[in-house]
């Protein structure tokens, strides 16, 4: 996760590993391991879609996008176990994302597996509209002080927003890259936007700051998952409306 320098938003209620019974209702979201680069989060937002950042994808000594065969998904991963072990078979970057220039706009990527995950991984769906500015967010990631357990936060807030990134109130450190925010809209719980990088007031070994994330509409990863091709698309019709996987706990 990318460091930028800047004054901090309160964070809310700090991050906190989620339970087993807790975990074990968002399979859907995991552990997603670079194989020689290291990991983020991803979330499975269809079958055989995983969501996570631009950066994550990104080979750090040549600049390109990683081997697909690099990319492993542990969907649920906990202590070592995992519901499923997916291998990336395509991946794609938002257009105009450029290694290096801290463009969190742009900072959205999409794996294609090499087939769909088991049918008991229920997907998260994604938001049709935009984010809601009144709506608390809840945040699910692997975080480098917790890797091996899915941490939870729930009660962050919109600080600040330009265009479609937002500075949130959620609390973030390497590793938390490419989790998904999620919202209650509608009644339904939908993921809204990716985490792409932290604003922190100074560098440390290992910084702590305020989530900056880029809104993840279902229309653009749509977008991005059809230029990828394949079985999966075209992505609304695979994206689920109304079923989610489970819900976070009530802020």
Known sequence: ???????????????????????????????????????????????????????????????????????????????????????????????GYVPGRKLVARDVGLVQLSRPMPSEIAPIPLVRGGIDPAAHFSLLSYGL??????????????????????????????????APLLQRIGGQWVAVAVASSIVAERRVPLPVGAVLAVEAPVHEIGRLARSMGGEALPVEAALPVMAIGGRPAAP
């Open 1 to 95: 996760m990318a460091l930028l320098c800047a004054g901090l938003p309160a964070f809310a209620t700090p991050r906190a590993m989620a339970s087993a019974d807790e975990q074990a209702e968002w399979t859907a979201v995991g552990r997603l391991n670079i194989t020689g680069q290291g990991f983020c989060t991803g979330t499975l937002v269809a079958p055989d879609l995983v969501l996570t950042a631009a950066h994550c994808l990104m080979d750090r000594r040549t600049g390109r996008t990683v081997s697909a065969d690099k990319v492993h998904f542990l969907p649920g991963f906990r202590i070592g176990t995992y519901a499923a072990h997916g291998r990336g078979a395509r991946l794609v970057v938002m257009p």
């Open 145 to 178: 002080d917790r890797a091996q357990i899915l941490s939870a936060q729930h009660g962050c807030r919109l600080d600040k927003r330009q265009g479609s990134v937002v500075l949130t109130t959620c609390e973030g450190i390497p590793g938390v890259s490419g």
